[in-house]
């Protein structure tokens, strides 16, 4: 299992609801847990692993001492209140950071992995962090959320990852749309 980076075209998929968890589908969201930590991250999706399915994990201490969340088909729904700007940035696309306006505070309603309905009021950085990871179920990246203006200054490195991932395709490093495919409709009948 890896982190899979922009523009792989599993990033772009609506992931599909989560109709059951096994122990194979466990040991996957325990080694997200291992790959997030080693990137330093305080959330994953799993599109980001590249499982087209509708949860994500996060830890805000971005370390196994810190608690860990699973969100399984996660809602969110927005309330009253304010929304405030703030820089993002996103395992999927190392290295690039911008400003990105969100509500500050939502209620989440999900599954955790035991099956229990989890329902969370949260706001601050668990609140902007559940939003990023639900734009990726929806397949939405933060640099679609900046402004015009400010996506300017990351064109530059979007344009490098578009360069890396076609030169990795050229050599065989990255599969053909049709196996990505293939590889979607496979875990989908699994467990969507
Ligand atoms: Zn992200």
């Known amino acids: 299992m890896q982190i899979i980076t922009y523009p792989h075209p599993t990033l772009r998929r609506v992931s599909k609801p989560l109709r059951r968890v096994d122990a194979e589908l466990r040991q996957k969201i325990r080694e997200m847990f291992e790959l997030m930590y080693a990137a330093k991250g305080i959330g994953l999706a799993a599109n980001q692993v590249d499982l087209p399915l509708r949860f994500f994990i996060v830890n805000l201490e971005a370390k196994p001492e810190g608690e860990e969340l699973v969100f399984i088909n996660p809602v969110i729904s ?13 395992l999927s696309l190392p290295g690039l950071y911008g400003p990105v306006v969100r509500p500050k505070q939502v209620r989440i309603n999900a599954y955790s992995l035991g099956g229990d309905e989890i329902q969370l009021d949260a706001n601050g950085l668990l ?4 939003q990023h990871e639900l734009d ?24 490098e990852f578009e360069a890396e991932f076609r030169s990795r395709r050229d050599t065989g490093g990255v599969p053909s749309d049709e196996d990505i495919s293939k590889h979607w409709m496979e875990w989908e009948s699994r467990y969507a």
Do not use: K, Q, Y
């Not at 927005?78 to 996103?90: D, Y």
């Not at 929806?138 to 979007?158: H, K, N, W, Y």
């Open 127 to 130: 609140a902007r962090c559940a």
């Open 136 to 159: 990726h179920l929806d397949g939405v990246l933060f640099p679609d959320r900046m402004s015009a203006t400010a996506r300017v200054d990351i064109a530059e490195g979007l344009d």
């Open 78 to 90: 927005l309330p009253r209140g304010g929304s405030e700007e703030s820089e993002e940035g996103c």
